[in-house]
């Protein structure tokens, strides 16, 4: 069996973002943590099911930064392509 990219400590800092508005109340600090973390989770679960990767992991910070600034759902978001709303 192959090791995860996400770690234990990266998987209970996603446990505690369990919403988008839950990003809103982190502070700056740890928004890359928390993009590193997605992006973890995201090899992990390609890795698994397959699927498209690099149109999701070019815009894991953009979408954590994006949740952090703006009231979504109420705020909305248009992605370019489907796959880029993955780390959402």
């Given amino acids: 069996m192959r090791p995860l990219a996400i770690s234990p400590e990266q998987s209970a800092l996603l446990d505690r973002v369990p919403n988008p508005a839950a990003l809103r109340t982190l502070p700056e ?11 973890a989770e995201m090899i992990d679960a390609v890795s698994v099911t397959g699927g498209h990767l690099g149109s999701g992991l070019g815009v894991v910070e953009l979408t954590v930064a994006l949740h952090h600034v703006f009231d979504t759902p109420d705020d909305r978001i248009v992605w ?5 709303c993955y780390p959402h």
Wanted: proline share 0%; aromatic share 0%; charged share 25%.
């Fill in 29 to 39: 600090s740890e928004l890359q943590a928390v993009a590193d973390a997605v992006r």
């Fill in 80 to 84: 370019d392509v489907g796959h880029q």
